[in-house]
């Protein structure tokens, strides 16, 4: 009886030892599952931190008061857009609000009202994070800016190449394609930016078009770039692309063809595939294809019509029309082609055009207003004995601005006989 005791004490005593050794085992085994998930979540964290932008999305502090006097030069259209029926135009100096007569409303100024960066594009749109129309502005360097007709908040990254921006696209999902300089095409979803696809990083980009699924990409030295389904073609010289520099892209209604704009002419795309090339060695600086008509804006061409009805193009034309001075001055560095209502309105540096009721010619329909400065380019300022202000320009000779006058007296000449300015 005592051996049988002693036995089952025994069995006990080793079935103890194992459920020790093996909660030992399953404790250990716990653990060792606990630190590799925490390793892999970490790791994961660091994969999203790499790939996402920190960046704030705040309102936009006005300018301190520095209390330096504007001295006002010409503005410069760069891009125009028409928001809660108003229609704006933004350039490097800021941003012009005029009304549907053509009146100047407000003036928001680069370093007064907004930060000190030229702004480059514009675009309305229902962001995310909004849920409102609202009008979109890249700045140079930046950031951007959003405003809703009532006030302007700023989505700033921390990163200075983020900030870096080239051109936007919104997007029906409520996203923000952004094409910058050296971080190639962003996408800002609301509560983050991160970039849209490995093979679009690390590139230039210069125009963008399409969707976020289906999207075309204009870059500075690597020609045109099709992001789809995953997926990036490229498309160069190689592929039939006169120039790699890519200056504008335009998208046709049935989504089937492409446009791409080259210092050498405009590459067709169809179906996805590189085509041929129109008006070969035209610098296409903007596109429009609208009303069975390709419209080239040009750097000193004006703008070329092309038509497309029955795809029989002639690569070879002229100007659309001989603008009248007296009428309609002559068209250059196009830099905007769109679609307004019925009408074609072509955005240059000294204008706002919108092509006549024939369809032949175009008149201004808005201009800069008169400024102090004769030009933007400045090359050296100095002052007399006499506290007048000199301004030097690389190619416009020399205003003097006196003291007390805002007007300047020119001198186009390295000789020349300055006229007295008025003194008050």
């Known amino acids: 009886m005592k051996k049988v005791i002693m036995k089952r004490a025994s069995v006990v005593s080793v079935r103890g030892v194992v459920a020790v050794a093996l909660l030992l085992v399953l404790s250990v085994g716990a653990f060792v599952i606990w630190r590799a998930s925490r390793a892999l979540h970490s790791a994961a964290a660091d994969v999203r931190a790499a790939q996402e932008i920190r960046f704030a999305v705040r309102p936009l502090a006005p300018v301190a008061n ?9 503005a410069v259209f760069f891009q125009a857009t028409r928001f809660q029926d ?19 409303l407000h003036q928001y100024a680069v370093g007064r009202e907004f930060p000190g960066s030229p702004l480059i594009a514009l675009a309305p749109a229902v962001l995310a994070d909004s849920r409102e129309p609202e009008l979109i502005l890249a700045t140079a360097n930046h950031g951007l800016l959003a405003f809703n007709g009532r006030a302007f908040r700023q989505i700033f990254p921390y990163d200075s190449e983020v900030r870096a921006v080239t051109t936007i696209l919104p997007d029906p999902s409520g996203h923000l394609l952004i094409g910058t300089k050296r971080r190639g095409v962003l996408v800002y979803d609301g509560k983050k ?9 690390d590139v230039y980009v210069t125009a963008l078009a399409g969707s976020e699924s289906d999207l075309w990409v204009g870059t500075l030295d690597r020609g045109v770039l099709h992001f789809h389904g995953a997926a990036t073609d490229s498309f160069s010289e190689p592929q039939g692309l006169a120039d790699p520099q890519v200056q504008s892209l335009a998208i046709s209604s049935d989504t089937d063809t492409i446009y791409a704009g080259t210092p050498l002419g405009v590459a067709v795309f169809s179906a996805g595939r590189f085509s041929r090339v129109l008006a070969p060695g ?21 703008v070329i019509s092309i038509p497309l009805e029955g795809r029989h193009h002639n690569l070879n034309l002229a100007p659309s029309s001989e603008l009248s001075p007296e009428l309609s001055p002559q068209l250059s560095e196009v830099r905007q082609l769109f679609l307004s209502g019925d009408a074609v309105f072509a955005v240059a540096r000294s204008g706002l055009y919108r092509m006549n009721s024939h369809g032949f010619g175009w008149e ?36 003097v601005l006196a003291p007390d006058d805002t007007r300047t007296s020119p001198c186009r000449r390295r000789t020349c006989v300055l006229r007295q300015p008025r003194l008050a």
Not at 89 to 95: F, H, N, S
Not at 193 to 201: G, Q, R, V
Not at 282 to 302: K, P, W
């Open 193 to 201: 930016i991160m970039a849209l696809h490995s093979t679009l990083k």
């Open 86 to 104: 108003r229609a704006y135009i933004a350039g490097p100096a800021g941003l012009l609000e005029y009304d549907s007569g053509g009146a100047l």
């Open 66 to 74: 520095l209390d330096f006097e504007v001295i006002s030069s010409p």
């Open 282 to 302: 035209v610098l296409a600086t903007a596109l429009l294809a609208a009303r069975n008509q390709l419209y080239v804006g040009t750097e000193d061409q004006g």
């Open 364 to 399: 201004q329909v808005l201009q800069p207003g008169t400024t102090v400065l004769s030009d933007r380019n400045i090359s050296a300022l100095a002052t007399d004995a006499n506290g007048r202000l000199w301004v030097g320009y690389f190619d416009r000779g020399i205003d």
